[in-house]
């Protein structure tokens, strides 16, 4: 039976030399990121993981574009919340040099999330520790704003990515705009409104284009019934873990839900932080629940930054 004792989940991270987190939809909830996953999970009146594939994209890439446009406005909006923050903290060697016992540890977030407010935090974190005057080395390759591949894998990719559809280009670029094109400004308002407004048929060239060669973008999104490209290098990583935490998750979605039991098989530890129950607490040798922005930061003994 998993164990709720802190002292006891602090002293396995004190043992911990090589930490893998795992995080999904509920580290986001808290900053108003809406899940779209199981009962209730509609958009307008379209079951919304049903939009999350190839063919509706093919079928309708207006509606799709609109859904997209809609959660790249919510993410926009958010900020990150203090389990975000406990985890950017956790990734960098100057905070966990003070609770694990390794000097040289190594910590690596696998997100779920398509959001970036993990990448928020972390850039957020490291800015107010270049803005004390003698502060030690932040170590890692994390120095540089942005982490590694091997400190943070976006797996599900991310929402500010826009990728060509043209398969001679396949351009892959960032885009923070609001809106990201013209055609798509308002169309938010349509979800929110209680009024039952016709839904737009936005026309496929106003919608976002790739700067390259001009032909239709998507969002940089890994669709249900796609692979995910950074499947080989979440599961390395996880082999050699000692130490999985996993917030915000149901451990339902493969490949990220089989990270846990790959660190359980090598003899690792593994933390669960979840509002609820789900099925992947037979893995857990710990099991906290409740908000994850309460009780992770509470578990590692962290005061994490506001706002």
């Not at 710990?286 to 930061?297: D, K, M, R, S, Y």
Request: hydrophobic share 40%; aromatic share 8%.
């Amino acid at each position: 039976m998993a164990s709720s004792n802190i002292e006891a989940f602090r002293e396995a991270l004190r043992s911990s030399k090589h930490i893998i987190c795992l995080a999904g939809a509920g580290l986001s909830a808290a900053s108003g990121i809406p899940t779209f996953r199981g009962a209730g999970g509609m958009w307008r009146k379209y079951d919304a993981m049903s939009l999350a594939t190839p063919t509706a994209f093919r079928n309708n890439p207006s509606r799709v574009w609109q859904f997209y446009h809609y959660r790249r406005e919510k993410a926009l909006k958010a900020q990150p919340n203090a389990a975000h923050y406990a985890i950017a903290m956790l990734s960098l060697p100057i905070f966990r040099n003070a609770i694990v016992a390794s000097d040289d540890s190594t910590f690596s977030l696998v997100t779920q999330n398509v959001d970036e407010l993990s990448r928020r935090a972390l850039r957020t974190v490291q800015s107010r520790l270049r803005s004390q005057e003698g502060t030690p080395n932040l170590g890692g390759s994390t120095i540089n704003n942005d982490p590694s591949p091997t400190e943070l894998l976006e797996i599900h990719g991310s929402l500010f990515d826009l990728l060509c559809t043209s398969g001679s280009c396949r351009t892959v670029e960032k885009n923070y705009n609001s809106p990201i094109c013209p055609a798509l400004k308002g169309t938010e308002e349509i979800y929110e409104s209680n009024a039952k407004l016709p839904e737009p048929d936005i026309p496929i060239e106003d919608l976002p284009r790739c700067r390259v060669c001009g032909s239709l973008a998507r969002p940089g999104v890994v669709w249900f019934g796609e692979s995910v490209p950074q499947v080989y290098l979440m599961h390395k990583i996880a082999m050699e873990a000692d130490l999985c935490i996993v917030v915000g998750t149901s451990s339902e979605v493969y490949p990220a839900a089989g990270v846990a039991q790959i660190v359980r098989e090598a003899g690792g530890k593994v933390a669960v932080f979840n509002i609820d129950r789900t099925a992947g607490d037979e893995n857990a040798d710990f099991l906290f629940l409740g908000p994850c922005e309460e009780t992770l930061p509470a578990a590692l003994g962290l005061e994490v930054p506001e706002g």
